[in-house]
């Protein structure tokens, strides 16, 4: 005689566990919320698991195109900063979009009356809104009239010209040279910027001296520095480097090389001598 049999699942006292719905028999399973990937990182929708919004804003910058190599893009000579392997790459440049927001729209609109919308559209290249500020890219020869509008037109009145700043982005063909000016109204407490492009082969901007007196140093030293030429200014001579210095220090392609410096007896070599990194 066989011993006594176990009773069947339904009838134990052990509670049953209810069948998931991705084990229903004939179904299959629910489509829900992608969950998270390893790290707390959530998946992207139709990616792989695990890439993040981050990663794909560094694939786009990636994608966008190599402006230059090294830290300070110079190329003929040693790299002394550790950085020559340095890839920047740079989005094409674009208008923002409106409502620029603040007060930006208010500048615009105004710059836009002020000129008329045919002068406007022939001065005024692009116009960035971006990190609180507001820059206005001027067309070289239109340069004086939109910055005399900026200064006498009732509804922008910026009545200061706070320096001029000169950039250089030696892969950027035919815009190789960069002035940029920095205005501000005391009248409305607003600030906004111009910037005007030239090329190496014509390095020639239109002086604003006539329009504010307080750049004629301002361009002396972006000249001293950046070999801009502007026309029309009234002493367009060295104001940092001594007046036989040769060629313009803060450009991209100036060499490295400089006067060996003694330090307490010691010798530092120029930095095209010192070690250098591969």
């Known amino acids: 005689m066989s011993g006594p049999q176990p009773p069947p699942p339904e009838a134990s006292g052990a509670p049953q566990q209810p069948a998931r719905p991705d084990q229903t028999q004939g179904s299959e399973a629910p489509q829900g919320p992608t969950p998270p990937a390893a790290g707390g990182v959530p998946a992207v929708p139709g990616g792989e698991a695990g890439e993040s919004v981050a990663a794909r804003a560094g694939e786009a910058r990636l994608d966008a195109p190599l402006v230059r190599t090294g830290l300070f893009g110079v190329q003929d000579t040693p ?3 550790g950085y020559g392997q340095l890839r920047v790459h740079r989005a094409p440049l ?3 979009p409106r409502p620029y927001g603040s007060y930006f729209d208010t500048v615009t609109d ?3 009356d002020a000129l008329g919308p045919a ?5 005024v290249e692009h116009v960035i809104a971006d990190r609180g500020e507001l820059t206005f890219y001027v067309a070289r020869e239109q340069l004086p009239e939109v910055a005399r509008q900026l200064r006498d037109d009732p509804a922008l009145r910026f009545e200061m010209c706070g320096g001029v700043s000169g950039v250089h982005y030696p892969h950027d063909d035919g815009r190789e040279l960069h002035a940029v000016y920095h205005l501000l109204s005391i009248t409305h407490n607003r600030r906004v910027r111009l910037e ?4 190496d082969a014509d390095p020639h901007i239109p002086s604003l001296t006539g329009v504010y007196p307080t ?4 361009e002396r030293e972006t000249w001293d520095f950046f070999g801009i030429i502007f026309d029309g200014h009234p002493a367009l001579t ?3 480097m001594p007046d036989d210095w040769k060629g313009h220090p803060q450009r991209k392609d100036y060499p490295l090389g400089g006067i060996p410096v003694e330090y307490r007896g010691a010798t530092i070599p120029p930095p095209d001598e010192r070690r250098h990194y591969a």
């Not at 002068?119 to 001065?123: I, K, N, R, W």
């Not at 005007?196 to 090329?199: G, M």
């Open 215 to 218: 750049c004629n140093w301002h």
């Open 119 to 123: 002068a406007f559209s022939a001065a």
């Open 110 to 112: 105004a710059l836009g």
């Open 94 to 96: 674009l208008d923002s």
């Open 79 to 81: 790299d002394t900063s």
């Open 238 to 240: 060295r104001i940092q």
């Open 196 to 199: 005007v492009t030239a090329p």
